[in-house]
Nanobody, 124 residues
Framework: QVQLVESGGGLVQAGGSLRLSCAASGLTFSSYAMGWFRQAPGKEREFVAGLSWTGVTINYAESVKGRSTISRDNAKNTVYLQMNSLKPEDTAVYYC?????????????????WGQGTQVTVSS
């Protein structure tokens, strides 16, 4: 059974930083691209960042580019999202997702597995 478990969310002031983690189990982690998405209340889920299974290709949404870094540790079956200079508009539930042999696509439908999400709240 595949499980993706996010952690690291919380309440932070604007300008602060958070590091989200997503621990994967039940799949060959190194064969999957990993992505981070977010969903704010009343809005559709949107792409944040993606990292190919090779670790070579990285994609970021324009809204977080320059402020966020996605990385992976295949030895720990974990993907990370470091977010800096957080803004109130970054407030959302953040989800990690796994895409079989993918490139870290920005398209939700490309992902095979999803975590339950972790709440990030940025206060002004």
């Amino acid at each position: 059974q595949v499980q993706l478990v996010e952690s690291g969310g919380g309440l932070v002031q604007a300008g602060g930083s958070l590091r989200l983690s997503c621990a994967a189990s039940g799949l060959t982690f190194s064969s999957y691209a990993m992505g981070w998405f977010r969903q704010a209340p009343g809005k559709e889920r949107e792409f944040v960042a993606g990292l190919s299974w090779t670790g070579v290709t990285i994609n970021y949404a324009e809204s977080v580019k320059g402020r966020s870094t996605i990385s992976r540790d295949n030895a720990k079956n974990t993907v990370y999202l470091q977010m800096n200079s957080l803004k109130p508009e970054d407030t959302a539930v953040y989800y990690c997702a796994a895409e079989a042999s993918g490139g870290g696509s920005s398209r939700l439908e490309r992902y095979n597995y999803w975590g339950q999400g972790t709440q990030v709240t940025v206060s002004s």
